[in-house]
């Protein structure tokens, strides 16, 4: 079952604008991972919060975990065209069977 | 850097062919993982091994099969390909320890059964 769900589905925005993204999951979890991907590649890993985390950066990337909302952001800061891409978050549920479960991403489009 | 390689980008084959995909990782990775995506479902595993000789199954692993006989190399078999299994296979490995870490992905092999 989808553990992740992104939303929004697609986002458009300006280079130099700031571009969020969220995921929303259901049941508890060890951690909390964000991957990106370029058209028609692999997946990149880019960032994990763990649960008892609150808030991670990583260069432009930003990442907040709220467990008692179940839910994640990431903030991409001042985009870039190259940051044009597909976005995902994954989540590592509590006490399963240590299987990662992808949501269905946000493809994120940054216009030059 | 962490390198996972698979056999081929693009692949096309017949309905009822069997076909190998096959995946290799240069870290010493214990853990590997074969996935496929498909537009609005997002990323579904179909197997996964923890060591050399073991499987697992994943959230779909009907007409699939895998095969790890070393620890670098994870293979996925279909049986008998059929136009369903049209997709974009992705493969992933981690590191020994914390299976669910950090997952190193492939390029992908975009499969298309005719």
Known sequence: SQQGEEDPQALSIQEGENA??????????????WYRQNS????????LIRSNEREKHSGRLRVTLDTSKKSSSLLITASRAADTASYFCATLPRGGSEKLV???GTKLTVNP | DVKVTQSSRYLVKRTGEKVFLECVQDMDHENMFW????????LRLIYFSYDVKM???GDIPEGYSVSREKKERFSLILESASTNQTSMYLCASTGSGHPQETQYFGPGTRLLVL
């Open chain 2, 55 to 57: 499987k697992e199954k």
């Open chain 1, 102 to 104: 992808f949501g269905k």
């Open chain 2, 35 to 42: 996935y496929r995506q498909d537009p609005g479902l997002g």
């Open chain 1, 20 to 33: 969020t993204m969220n995921c929303s999951y259901k049941t508890s979890i060890n951690n909390l991972q």
């Open chain 1, 40 to 47: 028609g590649r692999g997946l990149v890993h880019l960032i």
